[in-house]
């Protein structure tokens, strides 16, 4: 049976020693993007209020990681191989290629790359 190629986007919640304990997934950078907004809104709200003593710290301490993930699989055998490539946030970059050693395709890159022309242009309008 021939194998497909599946992409989608991974938001990794990881901790201060670098393990992963939260994996979400959207279908696309711009909503992998508002979720990871939203997840180190929730770290940084959680860190406030254990700051003023309101309640005890229930979200680590670490960051949130987004990636595109590249999946190869059928159906008759199932998920043969994947690879990840993670999108560096300061630039608006993403590794050129998966860590299976596959390219990163355009379509992937185009999504990473719109978004920071989005941001740009909210900014210069401030």
Not at 29 to 36: D, N
Not at 38 to 52: A, T
Request: proline share 2%; charged share 35%.
């Amino acid at each position: 049976m021939r194998n497909k190629v599946f992409y989608e986007w991974v938001i990794e919640q990881v901790d201060e020693h670098g393990d992963i304990y939260d994996v979400d997934h959207r279908a696309t950078f711009a909503e992998a993007k508002e979720w990871r907004r939203l997840r180190l809104d929730d770290i940084e709200s959680q860190r406030e209020r254990e700051f003023f003593n309101l309640d005890q710290l229930y979200l680590p301490e670490g960051t949130v990681d987004v990636a595109s993930r590249r999946s190869v699989g059928n159906e008759l055998d199932g998920l043969h191989y994947w690879g990840y490539a993670y999108v560096d946030f300061e630039n608006l970059t993403i590794q050129p290629e998966y860590c299976s050693g596959d390219r990163v395709p355009k379509h992937v890159i185009k999504q990473v790359v719109f978004e920071g022309k989005q941001s740009a242009a909210k900014k210069g309008c401030s």
